[in-house]
């Protein structure tokens, strides 16, 4: 079975900043895919950005990166320029090729401090 | 275009009653999901369904039964509550046939005393 997990349960930076949140992974998997999703206090689950194993080149989005190390089954998040509506939880999740359900971390709730 | 729309947004219950969460998606999405979030943790899988009628368990379906009998609805029922099922309860849909995002409704908060 495929874990997910997330090592930092919060984290706190400046507006402006850089910062960066963990998360590996375990699988015997060789396709599959990541994803980083954004739970703002509103609830909603929010898609970030996602990551196809089979593609070396790491994902961007706008000011959301990823370090995708495939052998080190390390899937961490860059957040650039960081604002105050960057305040969420953030959940990393992995899918399987051809499963179709996700599998969740634990989270990291990161705060954007004015 | 409303996306994934859940009812109720919050509800009480006791120890016993039944209840049942509507989960409804516009986006003619074949694949859709339950999930439930507790303090501390990620989503956990509840059901899911690849189709209308058809069903299957996630992680955590013990004290939960679904149906589909519309594309468009999806539905959790709790027969006897418990206070174990204290949790936000969400619902997400996606296109089969290949990987795509997960679209999530807003949630719904369930209190069981």
């Known amino acids: 079975a495929q874990t997910v997990t997330q090592s930092q349960p919060e984290m706190s930076v400046q507006e402006a900043e850089t910062v960066t949140l963990s998360c590996t992974y375990d699988?015997?998997?060789?396709?599959?895919?990541l994803f980083w999703y954004k739970q703002p206090p509103s609830r909603q689950m929010i898609l970030v950005i996602r990551q196809e194993a089979y593609k070396q080149q790491n994902a961007t989005e706008n000011r959301f990166s990823v370090n995708f190390q495939k052998a080190a089954k390390s899937f961490s998040l860059k957040i650039s320029d960081s604002q105050l509506g960057d305040t969420a939880m953030y959940f990393c999740?992995?899918?399987?090729?051809?499963?179709?359900?996700?599998?969740f971390g634990q989270g990291t709730r990161l705060t954007i401090n004015p | 275009n409303a996306g994934v729309t859940q009812t109720p947004k919050f509800r009480v219950l006791k120890t016993g009653q039944s209840m049942t969460l509507l989960c409804a998606q516009d986006m003619n999405h074949e694949y859709m999901y339950w999930y439930r979030q507790d303090p501390g943790m990620g989503l956990r899988l509840i059901h899911y369904s690849v189709g209308e009628g058809t069903t299957a368990k996630g992680e955590v379906p013990d004290g939960y039964n679904v149906s589909r009998l519309k594309k468009q609805n999806f539905l959790l029922g709790l027969e006897s509550a418990a206070p174990s099922q204290t949790s936000v309860y969400f619902c997400a849909s996606q296109t089969g046939g290949r990987v795509e995002t997960q679209y999530f409704g807003p949630g719904t908060r369930l209190l069981v005393l």
């Open positions: 999740a992995f899918m399987k090729q051809g499963a179709q359900k996700l599998v």
């Open positions: 699988t015997s998997e060789s396709n599959y895919y």
